[in-house]
């Protein structure tokens, strides 16, 4: 099969790797669908994280080609949403309600794994982490959506939760990219009243739009701050979504939280220190993480089935494999809020 590989900063190629088959009676091999770009592999490809050369991509959505003995829930043939992590469904983490932090779980995409950005892919424990999507025949718009359902909706959806987001209060959201409109879609979904985004990209202001946003703040830093406590008379919002991981964006989100608000944070952090003395005085609480997608999964799934939200809307480039480097070019330079791998059918 054809995969995208990671050969080090700048350098994203596809190349051939070996079909993979089913190893262990709990896999699955699932014929990827859609795959896409990640915020996160935009680390990776400027060289400021770290990730193992070799498979990259960790969202995907495909068909079911084979299954092990050992899988019950699904057989060949089903479309499936394979959350970013996969998970065994039986450790404590898992159990409790952490799939993310599954002791037996990994990255598609990591470590020598199948990603995403390739052909296929070889899903361990399939039947506690790919998700079975009802029906069939959805349009492209649907598989899209089902496609933002396997990290950055439910990653979007976990800075709302922990954050404490609630009908009727006034939140901010910082940051504009993919995980960032997500988060304004989540606080809209929750009942925000008021939802405050930080943009200054034309594009993703109209997203943030659409998603539910009632007022756009195109500032940052300080100035930022600034203008989030004049729209809220002072006080500040009510719960605050931080999307981005760097330092700035995490002083912006807590000098924009009022006070006994929380920061929801699910940015991957570079440079951050966070203000302990600010949490402790103004009793400002800080949650977050690796979002739990596969627990999210199957709360948001059938919004998307009906068309009461629509995630894939994020998806504003498109290319298919061997346009795959484009993709995160196009990324990189903020051509594109998310980039969309058309791979099979």
Same mark, same amino acid.
Not at 158 to 182: I, M
Not at 210 to 220: H, K, L, N, Q, S
Not at 275 to 288: A, D, E, L, Q, Y
């Given at each position: ?35 896409c770009?990640?915020?996160s ?9 770290? &990730? #193992?050369?070799?498979?990259? @991509? ?5 068909? *079911?080609?084979? $299954? +092990? =003995?050992?899988?019950? !829930? /699904? ?68 598989l899209?959506?089902?496609?933002a ?5 439910c990653?979007?959806? &976990? #800075?709302?939760?922990?954050? @404490? ?5 006034? *939140?901010?959201? $910082? +940051? =504009?990219?993919?995980? !960032? /409109?997500?988060?304004?879609l989540?606080?809209h ?20 739009r ?11 830093g ?11 008379d ?11 991981g ?21 940015g ?23 979002a ?33 480097l ?20």
């Open positions: 099969m054809r995969a995208t590989l990671y050969g080090g900063a700048y350098d994203i190629t596809v190349a051939e790797r070996p079909d993979p088959t089913v190893e262990q009676p709990t896999d699955a091999v699932v014929r990827v669908v859609l795959g770009v990640c915020g592999d935009m680390w990776y490809y400027r060289g400021l994280s770290p &990730h #193992a050369l070799g498979p990259i @991509g960790h969202e995907f959505i495909g068909v *079911v080609e084979a $299954v +092990g =003995d050992d899988v019950r !829930g /699904l057989a060949a043939g089903d479309l499936v949403i394979a959350p970013f992590l996969w998970c065994c469904g039986r450790c404590r983490p898992c159990r409790t309600g952490w799939p993310s932090n599954c002791v037996n779980g990994g990255s598609f995409g990591n470590n020598g794994h199948d990603g995403g950005q390739g052909e296929a892919v070889r899903s361990p424990y399939a039947d506690a982490t790919l998700v079975k999507v009802p029906g069939t025949g959805h349009d492209d718009a649907t899209k959506s089902l496609l359902l396997s990290d950055v909706a990653t979007g959806h &976990h #800075a709302a939760v922990s954050a @404490g987001v609630r009908e009727g209060q006034t *939140v901010a959201v $910082v +940051g =504009d990219g993919a995980v !960032g /409109l997500s988060a304004v989540a606080a979904r929750l009942g925000a009243e008021r939802i405050i985004a930080l943009s200054r990209n034309p594009a993703r202001k109209l997203v943030a659409e998603f539910g946003a009632t007022d756009i703040v195109p500032e940052r300080e100035e930022a701050v600034t203008r989030v406590l004049d729209l809220t002072g006080y500040g919002a009510d719960a605050v979504m931080e999307c981005v760097t330092g700035q964006s995490m002083d912006t989100a807590f000098g924009s939280a009022a006070v006994g608000a929380t920061v929801g944070a699910v991957v952090p570079h440079d951050v220190t966070l203000p302990v003395s600010t949490m402790i005085f103004r009793n400002i609480g800080f949650s977050g993480g690796v739990p997608a596969r627990r999210y999964i199957p709360e948001l799934l059938p919004d998307v089935l009906s068309g009461a939200i629509d995630p894939g809307r994020v998806f504003d480039y498109e290319t298919d494999l061997d346009g795959v484009d993709a995160y070019q196009a990324m990189d330079e903020r051509r594109a809020i998310k980039s969309l791998v058309r791979i099979g059918h």
